[in-house]
């Protein structure tokens, strides 16, 4: 259900196919993005959260695999800009590997202490299985490539280094 919602929502581009007009889907895809794809990230999250705390079963390894490849696709959104013509639209969607630029009304759940030490901690417990590593690195790529939805203030960018910093050594000195 997940990967229907997402790909409903990803491209402004393929309005026509719903009949749609283009400002209208890009409507809904804004709506989409400020409401629902946060819910279904912070979803993720709290389940990477008690995924560390758990012990491994098969339901649990599938559906580790399923959510990992929901945030590897919500962390390479290309979050819609400002109402942007069509053809502008067109360009970026088709940006290779977008970097993360969540919107403002993401701000509380990646501004939490408990946000960055969650993809390390998992990358930690990950980091053994061929099956699940590639997918967790993808992930902590991802997350440094952030521009925060705030204004690039030095003091914000000192803040966001802060968090970063720590489990990131730590992981180097495993």
Not at 112 to 135: A, M, S
Not at 138 to 165: A, C, E, G, W, Y
Request: charged fraction near 20%; hydrophobic fraction near 40%.
């Amino acid at each position: 259900m997940l990967d229907g919602l997402l790909g409903e929502h990803q491209y402004v581009m393929n309005s026509d196919d719903a009949s749609l007009t283009y400002e209208m889907h890009f409507a809904a895809k804004r709506e989409f993005e400020n409401t629902e794809l946060l819910k279904m990230f912070q979803f993720c999250l709290r389940f990477l959260t008690n995924y560390q705390h758990t012990h491994n079963d098969y339901q649990r390894h599938r559906d580790l695999d399923h959510v990992l490849r929901v945030l590897e696709s919500i962390l390479g959104w290309n979050f819609t800009k400002s109402n942007l013509p069509r053809r502008v639209a067109g360009v970026i969607e088709l940006e290779v590997t977008p970097t993360f630029k969540p919107p403002g009304s993401w701000l509380d759940t990646i501004s939490d202490e408990g946000f960055i030490p969650i993809f390390f901690n998992t990358h930690v417990k990950l980091r053994q299985d061929e099956n699940f590593v590639l997918r967790s690195v993808n992930l902590l790529t991802q997350l440094v490539t952030m521009h925060r939805p705030i204004p690039i203030q030095q003091t914000s960018r000192v803040d966001f280094l802060s968090k970063l910093l720590p489990p990131f050594t730590a992981v180097l000195n495993l």
